[in-house]
């Protein structure tokens, strides 16, 4: 009699379980996901610009994309001056004090790609200015045609994101 009691309890609980583990364990992985750290890489699109000495222009900039890393897999469009507080701010993320490198593409073909590490970054009207610092390759002196700017990864791109 005993051990058919416990044969029942242990069918209770090996049932139970299958109710209650699943829980626990989608809780454990979206608390996994909250709590980590997402990454974003940043995209910076012009219709063109120039390069004045190691100031990096891009002209009419209307906003920055975002993608994150897997696996939250979020992506959208922030606004300059928002994505610009990432050098001013180091609440969140502090490009000043460990500034980001990116790639420079050039959409016309007419130059080849450089990278370049991003020390510090101003908005002008509509235009971004870069102070940059070339890594690898070269850059065009003066206007160049549209060309997108690759951001390595960094957290969290602030309170729209």
């Known amino acids: 009699m005993v051990a058919r009691q416990t044969s029942r309890i242990a069918m209770m609980l090996v049932g139970l379980s299958f109710l209650v583990l699943p829980a626990a364990s989608d809780r454990g992985s979206a608390s996994a996901q ?3 750290h997402e990454s974003f890489f940043f995209v910076v699109n012009a219709p063109g610009g120039s390069l004045q000495g190691d100031v990096l222009v891009m002209r009419d900039v209307s906003g920055v994309i975002y993608v994150s890393n897997r696996p939250q897999r979020a992506a959208g469009l922030i606004d300059v001056q928002e994505f610009l507080t990432h050098w001013t701010d180091p609440s969140d993320t502090d490009f000043a004090a460990d500034p980001p490198n990116a790639a420079v ?3 016309s073909g007419e130059f080849d790609d450089a990278v370049v590490e991003l020390r510090a970054a101003e ?3 509509d235009d971004v200015h870069f ?3 070339l890594i690898d390759g070269s850059l065009p002196t003066g206007d160049f045609g549209p060309a997108g700017l690759f951001i390595d990864p960094a957290w969290n791109p602030g309170p729209g994101g």
């Open 34 to 36: 909250t709590s980590a």
């Open 105 to 107: 593409s050039f959409l």
């Open 123 to 125: 908005r002008n009207g």
């Open 131 to 133: 102070m940059i610092q």
